[in-house]
């Protein structure tokens, strides 16, 4: 239902358009963005090497969603700051709110974890996710998807739920 693609330059303005629009100030992106900010941030992760891998989701062709993964290992302060230093984190957000609300959510988290993130990182590896407690939808989100509440973390100075895939805690 759900294909992936890596995330391309040509992707940037679209990219900018969803990062800016009302639904993501709550949590995912607090302050509004330019399309330099973009590019900046984004350009060096559409190299093979670079530690983060960025894709879009797409159902039916269309894309809906940005989502991405990296190995704690590479971002020591992140993995300090969660109290887990062994695994993949996952960050995703649907950027067109026309396909918030259906399922489209979960189904993404949960195939990323199944299908992509293994043909990335192999070995057996714990995927986390992290959500401010206030950012419910999220927190539901990921439980559908198969996560289980792993610990209570302060993540950028704001109260929230690391989540795990895949064990129970
Ligand atoms: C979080 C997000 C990815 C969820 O995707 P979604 O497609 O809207 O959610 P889904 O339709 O898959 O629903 C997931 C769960 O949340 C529930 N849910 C969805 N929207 C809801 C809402 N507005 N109010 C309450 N519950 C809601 C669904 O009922 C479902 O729970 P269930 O399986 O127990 O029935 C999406 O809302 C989003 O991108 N939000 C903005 C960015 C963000 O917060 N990203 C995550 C932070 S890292």
New binding site residues.
Partial sequence: MIDFRPLTETDFPRLCDWLNRP??R???QKVPVEIADVEKKYSPRLSPSHPTRCHLACYQGEPF?KIQCYLLQDYPDFAAEIGEDDGVAI?????DER???????????RSYVQDVVPSLFSGTLNCF????KA????I??S??AGFRPHRDVIEGGEASLLLLFGRST
């Fill in positions: 639904h993501m709550a949590h995912y969603g960050d995703l957000f649907i950027g396909f918030m609300g259906q399922g489209l959510g979960k189904a993404m988290l996710v992290c959500h401010a950012n419910k939808v999220a539901r989100c439980l559908s």
